[in-house]
């Protein structure tokens, strides 16, 4: 009898539970994943169009004549850590340790943030030798596809300083973590595709 | 036995929810994706670029490697470990069909030779 009620009042309460889906997974955890999801057939796009394109270069300087292998080491380097970082925020967060969790957001950003100032140093330099945004097909295709993870990556450096700000009033707690988890997976994403362009952009060789 | 089914489904899902790495798990994580980006940079200069005889040798390592790190990121980092299955469908649903599209993308345009 007793477990013939437990049930019934579990569903009861899971009606009026506002989170409570068939899942078991909160919608916004879910729209994150199916989101990243759909991401990787964006970038699969914008790294097979620099792979048709890589040396389409009109007998202008072409973007693997100017790569700097030392340097986008240490920019890969740091998007790596910055993963690292973000996963000690959440289970910072998860311990209910805010002012830990805080800490980790704020460097986890900071990180993003000399990324990005790499990937500016990087294009001011490519400009500078010539590789204009419109100087041949292959230079277009490169821009795109960095510029676009480096948008994601500006955009993942406001979410997480939205974060911060957000826990330093008060309303990002132990409580509310998967917030945290959330943008945190959104941060692991673009440390993902970072490490395929990596790869497959810098390191492969041309024939 | 419904009350046995219960408690096994509530176990599985415990399982999945409260298993999460400790920090220094994490940072032991981090530790070997460092340690394979320094071997895959390594594979740029010279004296270890002609350690690799062939190209597709050379080729093979790095999208191994490459593998491996975005295996490491999305299972230990992401929680795909712990978390329930169908997310886990749900993204590498994502994965094969953007790898399957391209793949064919590139070789459409004899990106490959």
């Given at each position: 009898?007793?477990?013939?009620?437990?049930?019934?009042?579990d569903t009861h309460h899971d009606a009026h539970d506002p989170h409570a889906?068939?899942?078991?997974?909160?919608?916004?955890?879910?729209?994150?994943?199916?989101?990243?999801?759909?991401?990787?057939?964006?970038?699969?796009?914008?790294?097979?169009?620099?792979?048709?394109?890589?040396?389409?270069?009109?007998?202008?300087?072409?973007?693997?004549?100017?790569?700097?292998?030392?340097?986008?080491?240490?920019?890969?380097?740091?998007?790596?850590?910055?993963?690292?970082?973000?996963?000690?925020?959440?289970?910072?967060?998860?311990?209910?340790?805010?002012?830990?969790?805080?800490?980790?957001?704020?460097?986890?950003?900071?990180?993003?943030?000399?990324?990005?100032?790499?990937?500016?140093?990087?294009?001011?330099?490519?400009?500078?030798?010539?590789?204009?945004?419109?100087?041949?097909?292959?230079?277009?295709?490169?821009?795109?596809?960095?510029?676009?993870?480096?948008?994601?990556?500006?955009?993942?450096?406001?979410?997480?300083?939205?974060?911060?700000?957000?826990?330093?009033?008060?309303?990002?707690?132990?409580?509310?973590?998967?917030?945290?988890?959330?943008?945190?997976?959104?941060?692991?994403?673009?440390?993902?595709?970072?490490?395929?362009?990596?790869?497959?952009?810098?390191?492969?060789?041309?024939? | 036995?419904?009350?046995?089914?219960?408690?096994?489904?509530?176990?599985?899902?415990?399982?999945?929810?409260?298993?999460?790495?400790?920090?220094?798990?994490?940072?032991?994580?981090?530790?070997?994706?460092?340690?394979?980006?320094?071997?895959?940079?390594?594979?740029?200069?010279?004296?270890?670029?002609?350690?690799?005889?062939?190209?597709?040798?050379?080729?093979?390592?790095?999208?191994?490697?490459?593998?491996?790190?975005?295996?490491?990121?999305?299972?230990?980092?992401?929680?795909?470990?712990?978390?329930?299955?169908?997310?886990?469908?749900?993204?590498?649903?994502?994965?094969?069909?953007?790898?399957?599209?391209?793949?064919?993308?590139?070789?459409?345009?004899?990106?490959?030779?």
């Open positions: 009898m007793a477990t013939a009620t437990a049930p019934a009042t889906t068939n899942t078991g997974i909160s919608n916004n955890k879910l729209a994150m994943w199916l989101f990243l999801s759909t991401e990787c057939l964006l970038f699969g796009a914008l790294i097979s169009t620099y792979l048709i394109y890589k040396t389409r270069g009109n007998g202008e300087v072409l973007p693997t004549d100017l790569f700097d292998i030392p340097f986008t080491s240490v920019s890969s380097f740091v998007l790596l850590m910055s993963s690292l970082t973000m996963v000690l925020a959440l289970s910072a967060f998860g311990r209910n340790d805010l002012d830990r969790g805080k800490a980790w957001l704020l460097v986890t950003a900071m990180l993003g943030a000399v990324f990005m100032g790499g990937q500016a140093y990087e294009f001011t330099a490519f400009y500078e030798e010539g590789l204009g945004y419109t100087t041949n097909p292959a230079a277009s295709a490169f821009y795109t596809l960095t510029g676009f993870h480096g948008a994601h990556v500006s955009i993942g450096i406001i979410m997480l300083m939205s974060l911060w700000v957000a826990a330093n009033q008060g309303k990002l707690t132990g409580k509310n973590s998967e917030t945290v988890e959330i943008v945190g997976l959104y941060w692991h994403f673009v440390d993902l595709v970072w490490i395929f362009i990596f790869t497959v952009i810098y390191l492969i060789p041309p024939e | 036995m419904s009350e046995t089914t219960e408690v096994a489904v509530e176990t599985r899902d415990e399982a999945h929810d409260d298993h999460h790495p400790s920090d220094w798990e994490y940072v032991k994580v981090a530790i070997i994706l460092a340690v394979v980006t320094a071997a895959e940079v390594a594979t740029y200069f010279e004296s270890v670029f002609t350690f690799f005889e062939t190209r597709w040798i050379l080729l093979t390592s790095l999208f191994t490697m490459m593998i491996f790190k975005g295996w490491l990121v999305a299972r230990v980092f992401m929680h795909l470990k712990q978390d329930k299955p169908v997310l886990q469908q749900s993204f590498f649903a994502g994965v094969l069909l953007a790898t399957a599209v391209y793949i064919v993308t590139l070789l459409a345009f004899n990106v490959f030779g």
